[in-house]
């Protein structure tokens, strides 16, 4: 009777051991086949779009005119160059055509908002990508302050100390690796410009505000469309004032000598 219990228990172990086996094997095989899948071509880039925008535009706007000012070349060593943000050729074929109309400049395809077209670029141009020497420019974020820059029209966080310390941190090394001082008059003007422009703003203390030095000027189009319309249309009043007032100058003539005509016929 001990005897066929024991022989029972090691028969449930010799079965428990096998099934051990297989499922261990069986989930090797699915880990190697969803490696297999990312290799084949399967891309999961974790970089935000909007906020590699975001960036971008930051940099645009409140960086470059004074670089350009300085006719300082930015070396691409430098993470915030053009050539680190895996977005940018995929970016600069985005065409805004009309208000509701965006055009891939890829395959000329046609949508009608912004994020239908980054879907389109991510389902049919992701080839395009520069994955193995650009990087995610998102990345550099919060030294910009794109979340200042997104939700400007929404309530003050409340500050993390925590945060702004790792985020001054990280913008002052892109301060010295984009701008270092060694490299001459301009590098230091600019990165002296940088800690001032971004950098400063890094602290729960104070109350200095980001982008201090200022932005791009930018034209703004309606502006300057409803000024000519208003010069035009004064214009066209004087014009107006004039050609009436000329008109009832002659008007006023005219009857004066139908007057005096008509005086002269009268009988003595």
């Known amino acids: 009777m001990w005897l066929s219990d024991h022989r029972l228990f090691l028969l449930c172990i010799v079965c428990g051991l096998y099934f051990s086996l297989q499922f261990t094997t069986g989930h090797a095989d699915s880990n190697a086949g969803r490696t297999l899948n990312q290799e084949g071509g399967d891309h999961q880039i974790h970089c935000s779009r909007e906020r590699s925008r975001t960036a971008w535009k930051i940099i645009q706007e409140y960086l470059m005119p004074f670089v350009e000012k300085e006719k300082y070349h930015i070396s691409k060593r430098c993470r915030l160059h053009p050539d680190n943000d895996i977005y940018r050729d995929q970016e600069q074929h985005k065409f805004h055509t009309d208000i509701n109309e965006w055009q891939c400049g890829f395959c000329k395809k046609s949508f009608y908002e912004e994020k239908h077209l980054d879907q389109?670029?991510?389902?049919?141009?992701?080839?395009?990508?520069?994955?193995?020497?650009?990087?995610?420019?998102?990345?550099?974020?919060?030294?910009?302050?794109?979340?200042?820059?997104?939700?400007?029209?929404s309530k003050k966080s409340k500050c993390n100390p925590a945060a702004a310390a790792k985020n001054k941190h990280l913008c002052e090394s892109l301060a010295d690796s984009c701008f270092p001082?060694?490299?001459g008059p301009a590098a230091s003007r600019l990165h002296e410009f940088f800690l001032h422009q971004f950098c400063d703003a890094h602290s729960c203390?104070?109350?200095?505000?980001?982008?201090?030095?200022?932005?791009?000027?930018?034209?703004?189009?309606?502006?300057?469309?409803?000024?000519?319309?208003?010069?035009?249309?004064?214009l066209l009043y004087y014009l107006y004032i004039y050609l009436y007032q000329r008109g009832m100058k002659r008007e006023t003539q005219v009857l004066k000598r139908v007057s005096q005509a008509s005086r002269k016929k009268k009988p003595s």
Do not use: W
Request: proline letters at 1%; a positive charge.
């Open 120 to 153: 389109h670029f991510d389902n049919r141009h992701s080839n395009l990508l520069n994955l193995s020497e650009s990087q995610c420019i998102a990345d550099v974020c919060g030294a910009l302050h794109c979340d200042h820059e997104m939700n400007s029209g």
């Open 181 to 183: 001082v060694t490299e």
């Open 205 to 234: 203390t104070g109350n200095r505000k980001p982008f201090s030095r200022g932005r791009r000027k930018k034209t703004n189009v309606f502006y300057i469309f409803v000024s000519i319309l208003l010069v035009i249309l004064l």
